[in-house]
Nanobody, 126 residues
Framework: QVQLVESGGGSVQPGGSLRLSCVAS????????MGWFRQAPGKEREFVAA????????RYADSVKGRFTISTDKAKNTVFLQMNSLKTEESGVYYC???????????????????WGRGSQVAVSS
């Protein structure tokens, strides 16, 4: 069982930055992957970024490559999402998720994540 608690959301102007954090309560995340997904109002939830906990392999949605960075602090069982150059259309609820290790080709699929946080609101507006 893994419990996830996100923090760090808020309001920012277009072009600004935010860093989301997600603390995982688990005895070990060694064989897990961690992901960030987001859901804009009226839209489906979509993949943003993911990382394999052990070796740090990352994957990003094309729309955020070069602007977002996913990272971990293993000592604190925490995964971060640094978001730079934010756009208005990136407003929504950002969810942290955890799942057991899977193929990299499947790392962006929601169904590969068994544990989800409650979400953190991000608002990008001028």
């Amino acid at each position: 069982q893994v419990q996830l608690v996100e923090s760090g959301g808020g309001s920012v102007q277009p072009g600004g930055s935010l860093r989301l954090s997600c603390v995982a309560s688990a005895s070990t995340l060694r064989n897990h992957k961690m992901g960030w997904f987001r859901q804009a109002p009226g839209k489906e939830r979509e993949f943003v970024a993911a990382i394999r906990w052990s070796e740090g392999t990352t994957r990003y949605a094309d729309s955020v490559k070069g602007r977002f960075t996913i990272s971990t602090d293993k000592a604190k069982n925490t995964v971060f999402l640094q978001m730079n150059s934010l756009k208005t259309e990136e407003s929504g609820v950002y969810y942290c998720a955890a799942g057991t290790r899977s193929a990299l080709s499947a790392i962006s699929m929601e169904r590969m994540y068994a544990y989800w946080g409650r979400g953190s609101q991000v608002a990008v507006s001028s």
